[in-house]
């Protein structure tokens, strides 16, 4: 049996192309999940691992949907590999149990891994640099300035908040938010 894996390391992101790309791979069964590549415990992915037995083939689109380092993906194929399951990466193709094949799947973990480090280091690097900014806040930017706060909490002195919400567009927790903080900073 064909078994597909597909994940997203987040929940906005879309799952969508890789299941169709396993679909069209012919895939009898496929296990998908929105879980972060960094975390061992993927329920999903073990749930799978304990499905597969001999003569089954495991696909997956991309290398680094696989496993989180070189480590864990030469373990995962190896376990796999003495269990009879067939492993199809299909940016690679078919990872081969003989000397060149795991060679050359050992190398392309690495590789991935390597590429991996290098987007942690380079994000590493930008918030560095815009720490050093003078106006620089971690997180999310705020989506409304403070003078359209300021404007929704003055109708607040003749409104209701559902009515001060439905003209400005600023939500009634974030108005509340906002009155509180305006009122902690008079005190």
Known sequence: MKYGYGRVSTVGQDLQAQLNVMENEGCDKIYSEKFTGTKADRPQFQALLSQLKEGDTL???????????????????????????KVHVLNMGLIENTPTGRLIFTVMSGFAEFERDLIVE????GKAIARQREDYREGRPKKFSKKQVDHALELLTEHSYKQVEDMTGISKSTLIRAKRKKEAESK
């Open 59 to 85: 696909v997956v689109t991309k290398l680094d949907r696989f496993a989180r380092s070189t480590a864990e993906a030469l373990g995962i194929v190896k376990d796999l590999f003495e269990r009879g399951v």
């Open 122 to 125: 380079r994000t590493q690097e």
